[in-house]
C-alpha cells in the first residue's frame, strides 16, 4: 500500500461505490474497492483518470500531496529546467479564496481582465470546436442544466471556483519569460499529477477557469509578478454517485491522431 493511502482506502471501501470505470480492455473498476489501493499500471491510471467535478470533504494529508509533488517533479523538462511553481491549500485558506471569488460571482464578476493568457484560440475551428461543444453539453445534461439557462451556468461556475468541493487546491504557475517549450513541460507534470492522484485511490480536476482571478489568487498566495498562473487543480476523493462524475468523455480514434510507417499492419 502507498503511504497516504491507507485511511482512504478503508473508507472506499465502506462506502461501496455504486460507478464502475469501464477499461478499454472491457475490464471494470470499482473507483471505491481495494483496487484504487494499490499500485496502479500507468494503463490504469490513464484510464481511471477523468475530471472529476464532485469531491467528497475527506481530508487528503500534506504527506500525500508532498509525495505526489515531489514524484511528479521527476516528470522531464527541456533541458531540466523544472519550470514549474506549486502552490498547495486546505482548510482555512483553501475555503477563504473560495468564499472571496464565489462572492465576486455571486456579485456578477466573472474574471479579473485583462486575461493572463487565452485559454483557446479566438476562432476555434473543427474539429475542436464540437469536441468543446459536446464536453460542455454532456456536463451541463448530467446535471440537469440547459443550455439557454445563465443562472444554472453561473452555479456551475461557482462550483468551479470551489474546487467541486474539494479538500485540497493546487495552483501551477510559470514564470512569464518562459516559452512553448517551458509551457509543455508543465502539461507532462500536470498530467503526472493526475496520475499519482489515481494511483492514491485520489481523483483531480484541473482548473483553467483559475487563470481568470489570477489578481486575487496572486495576492492572497503571494505568487510573484513574474509568474504567471495558469491553471488550478482540484485533488481529492471522488464523490462516485453524483451524476456529474458520470460523465465519460470520448476520444478520437487512432487513425485521426495519428500516422504510423513501416509497422506490419494491425493484428
Ligand atoms: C489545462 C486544463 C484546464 C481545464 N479547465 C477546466 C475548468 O476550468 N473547468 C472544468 O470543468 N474542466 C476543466 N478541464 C477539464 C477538461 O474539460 C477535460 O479534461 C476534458 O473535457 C476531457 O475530459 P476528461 O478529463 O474527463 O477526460 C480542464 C482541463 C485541462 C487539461
Known amino acids: 500500500m502507498l503511504p497516504g493511502a491507507g485511511m ?60 505526489i509533488l515531489s514524484t511528479a517533479a521527476r516528470a522531464p523538462s527541456s533541458g531540466n529546467l523544472q519550470p514549474w511553481r506549486v502552490w498547495a491549500l ?17 456579485a456578477g464578476q466573472l474574471a479579473e481582465p485583462p486575461a493572463e493568457y487565452l485559454l483557446y484560440p479566438e476562432n476555434l475551428e473543427e474539429p475542436y470546436l464540437s469536441r468543446r461543444a459536446k464536453a460542455g453539453e454532456d456536463m451541463y445534461r448530467a446535471i440537469g442544466i440547459e443550455r439557454n439557462d445563465p ?11 470551489s474546487f467541486f468541493g474539494a479538500p485540497v487546491g493546487l495552483f501551477f504557475a510559470i514564470d512569464r519569460t518562459f516559452l512553448q517549450g517551458q509551457w509543455a513541460d508543465l502539461g507532462i507534470f500536470l498530467q503526472s499529477v493526475m496520475l499519482l492522484a489515481r494511483e492514491r485511490g485520489l481523483d483531480t480536476a484541473p482548473l483553467g477557469a483559475w487563470s481568470l482571478w489570477h489578481r486575487t489568487v496572486r495576492e492572497m498566495l503571494g505568487i510573484p509578478e513574474s509568474h504567471l498562473l495558469v491553471c488550478g487543480m482540484a485533488l481529492g476523493e471522488m464523490d462516485d454517485a453524483h451524476p456529474i462524475n458520470q460523465v465519460r468523455t470520448t476520444r478520437a480514434p487512432l487513425e485521426e491522431f495519428a500516422v504510423l510507417q513501416g509497422f506490419e499492419p494491425s493484428a
Not at 443562472?151 to 471556483?161: C, L, P
Open 151 to 161: 443562472s444554472g451556468w453561473i452555479e456551475q461556475f461557482k462550483r468551479n471556483m
Open 90 to 106: 486546505t482548510g482555512d485558506p483553501l475555503l477563504k479564496l473560495e468564499q472571496h471569488i464565489v462572492a465576486k460571482i455571486a
Open 8 to 67: 482512504i482506502c478503508v473508507k472506499r471501501v465502506a462506502a461501496k461505490a455504486r460507478t464502475l470505470r469501464i477499461m478499454s480492455d472491457g475490464t471494470s473498476l470499482h473507483p471505491g474497492s481495494s483496487l484504487s489501493c494499490r499500485p496502479m499500471s500507468v494503463t490504469e491510471a490513464l484510464e481511471t483518470r477523468m475530471t472529476c467535478r464532485a469531491f467528497r470533504d475527506t481530508p487528503v494529508s500534506g504527506d500525500t500531496v508532498r509525495s
